[in-house]
């Protein structure tokens, strides 16, 4: 007797290299760790919280600092256990086994396989030249499914939707368009506005980027209110464990020190895409996220990866064809990526990119 579904064995591994040996640029993570007087806070009050009892059934202060740090009704807002969770708990509230959903590629690998372990089918519109969204690829390929996902901006690409095209997708489809905003605050534009108007709009946020919470898995997402209460039913009970509700809390109540981050790693990003457009061969994406999207010139992506990791420099490749000359480099600490620069300049010369 068969044991595990086919489609999960043929599910690869999500496997991404955590060396903390060297320089690590390859996870879209905060270059700077939680203040320590944020972390003394918490502690205090996990000090003070009963470790024995499970968490509320859903975290109502939680979301209400939330809703004020977006402006959103707190009715319209859930919690979960990092995006991820909210990803899978909003496709299985609003999808059936065997229907479609539409995605780009190259897009963000988790959607992929949360489709795939809820018997979703995925249909991949591709981006444009340069990376672009095609939003008439994208109306075309929905005709006929039942989801549209699209990450704003783009992971692994860093491009991002104009309002405009937004608006077009949503109005064009009757059915759910779940967009990732997990970049959100380096990018300063949102949807959320068309929520009102478009209840089929669903968006999703994560604190794991610019609020510093990888480590704790925490995000939310915005919605029509009696969406939300759908999709909160297909969400496991307890998944925002007490941790997480006390430390999102903490950093929402420090958010002018977390937003000037966010600022200062978008400069750096500006920093980091001049240097890289200096290096012959190399070809930086314009980005609106954390990350920079390169190619590689006529080294494949795998042969830069590892001549940048022999030099103590880890970014990410991608196994998709369309990136098969790119890699993926996080925005990091000044020094790290000073250290990427310089590394990425010797390997490219090596390399005759």
Not at 187 to 195: A, D, E, I, S, Y
Request: overall charge neutral.
């Amino acid at each position: 007797m068969k044991i595990v579904r086919s489609s999960v064995e043929k599910l690869g591994a999500y496997v991404v290299a955590q060396d903390l040996d060297v320089v690590k640029l390859n996870q879209n993570e905060a270059p700077e760790d939680v203040p320590a007087e944020v972390k003394e806070r918490v502690i205090e009050k996990l000090r003070r919280a009963g470790w024995n009892r499970y968490p509320a059934g859903g975290p109502a202060e939680l979301e209400e600092k939330l809703s004020g740090l977006t402006g959103f009704p707190v009715g319209g807002i859930l919690a979960g256990n990092g995006s991820n969770e909210l990803i899978q708990a909003a496709l299985a509230a609003t999808c059936e086994p065997g229907d479609r959903v539409l995605t780009v590629r190259p897009g963000f690998a988790v959607y992929k396989r949360v489709a795939g372990l809820l018997s979703l089918a995925i249909d991949e519109a591709p981006l444009d030249e340069g990376f672009r969204f095609d939003a008439d690829g994208i109306i075309a390929g929905s005709r006929g499914a039942r989801a549209v996902v699209l990450a704003s901006p783009n992971n692994p690409t860093g491009t991002s939707l104009s309002d405009a095209d937004a608006g077009r997708i949503i109005r064009s489809f009757d059915g759910p368009v779940i967009i990732d905003e997990a970049y959100f605050e380096f990018h300063g534009r949102t949807v959320q506005g068309l929520v009102a108007s478009h209840p089929n709009l669903i968006v999703l946020r994560t604190l794991s980027k610019a609020w510093r919470l990888a480590g704790a898995r925490l995000g939310y997402l915005l919605g029509d209110e009696a969406v939300v209460r759908g999709i909160a039913k297909a969400k496991l009970p307890f998944s925002v464990g007490f941790f997480a509700r006390i430390a999102g809390e903490a950093l929402l109540e420090s958010r002018d020190v977390l937003e000037a981050a966010a600022g200062r790693i978008v400069a750096e990003r500006d920093r980091v895409f001049d240097a890289l457009l200096g290096i012959p061969g190399i070809e930086p994406v314009p980005s609106s996220a954390n990350f920079i999207l390169f190619g590689t010139g006529r080294a494949s992506g795998v042969e830069f990866f590892e001549r940048l990791r022999k030099r103590g420099v880890l970014v990410r490749p991608f196994d998709d064809p369309a990136l098969r000359r790119h890699l993926r480099v996080t925005i990091g600490t000044p020094r790290e990526d000073d250290a990427f620069i310089d590394a990425a300049r010797r390997v490219a010369a090596e390399a005759g990119s």
